[in-house]
């Protein structure tokens, strides 16, 4: 049996926004890495074949890689199947070979801060317009969408009775929210965005209360958050069964995180270089190789989602 392995895939540092929170800095960096799509490539097929992958390809910003988009249409069904790709939604395509192959993947997460204008301006410094629009073009031709949202202090209040309604009504119906982590230029904006304990705890009571009829028997919700929110979630536990909905912890599984120069990490959120445990485009695949068959690729720290809340 191969064994389990997450792997963060970062296809190029560029990015269209600035977001306030993002971890990986993007569209900021001095040097806007961007490997080769032939190279991108090699790894998906490799972690396809010697593992059992789950691959996400986070950008900056992937959109703005079309070339690399055509050419993971090549890519078998039984790959494309391992592969979550999250944009911004803000750049549309309707070029054949990439909406066939983003139809083939296992999910297109599209990322919005919320319901309104404001918490997505905020955050992203655009409105929200184009954004669902391209989603719901997406959705439309039969690639599976599901809305990421990260929960902030600034749109937990309203998540399940204002949020999650406003774009059920538009249509979509599978949301994935991860609680914000102060990690790279989210660092900075920490007093803003770091979900108070308090509103966590209201959150936690209003999704207790989240009445059965409000929901549509197709709607997915994944709730993903961090060990600091464990025993609190856990307390809710048998309230939340209840209603529908699962809290699991997260075992600990194998994991690494490739950044857009190749440097290789075990943890997503980590950015500290002395971290840095190989770089697969200096070193080479077979350096790579070696070095994960030997290592212990556990990891979750105080950022790693630890509990969720499935619906
Ligand atoms: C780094 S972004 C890159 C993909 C794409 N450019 C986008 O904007 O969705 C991947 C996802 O991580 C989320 N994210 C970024 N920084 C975060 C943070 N500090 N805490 C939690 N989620 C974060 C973003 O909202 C987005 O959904």
């Not at 994960?292 to 499935?310: D, R």
Request: charged share 25%.
């Amino acid at each position: 049996m191969r064994d389990k392995l997450e792997v963060h895939l970062h296809t190029n540092d560029s990015c269209n926004l600035k977001c306030i929170h993002c971890y990986n800095e993007s569209g900021e960096k001095p040097i806007c890495n961007m490997p080769e799509s032939s190279r991108l490539l090699e790894l998906i097929k490799y972690f396809c074949a010697e593992y059992e992958a789950e691959i996400h390809l986070e950008g900056g910003e992937i959109f703005l890689r079309t070339d690399l988009l055509r050419q993971m249409n090549c890519l078998p069904t039984e790959i494309l199947q391992c592969l979550t790709i999250t944009t911004n939604g803000t750049i549309c395509t309707d070029d054949s070979e990439i909406i066939e192959m983003l139809c083939r993947i296992h999910a297109l997460r599209v990322s919005v801060e919320g319901h309104t204008d404001e918490q997505q301006r905020t955050v992203r410094g655009i409105t929200l317009d184009k954004v669902v629009k391209n989603a719901l073009f997406y959705m439309e031709s039969g690639i599976p969408v599901w809305l990421r949202l990260t929960m902030t202090n600034l749109n937990a209040e309203h998540l399940l009775d204002e949020t999650l309604p406003y774009y059920m009504r538009k249509g979509f119906h599978r949301f994935q929210v991860y609680e914000f982590q102060p990690v790279g230029r989210g660092e900075r904006y920490g007093d803003l965005l770091t979900v108070e304990d308090t509103l966590f705890f209201s959150f936690l009571e209003k999704l207790v209360m989240w009445k059965k009829e409000n929901r549509e028997d197709d709607l997915q919700l994944k709730i993903m958050l961090p060990a600091a929110r464990r025993e609190a979630v856990l307390s809710y536990k048998s309230q939340l069964k209840s209603n529908r909905l699962t809290v699991s912890e997260i075992a600990t599984e194998n994991g690494i995180s490739i950044h857009a120069d190749g440097s290789v990490f075990l943890c997503p959120w980590d950015n500290e270089e002395n971290h840095c445990i190989l770089n697969v485009y200096k070193n080479g695949m077979g350096h790579m190789e070696d070095r994960l068959k030997q290592g212990e690729l556990k990891h979750s720290c105080y950022y790693c989602s630890a509990v969720s809340i499935v619906c």
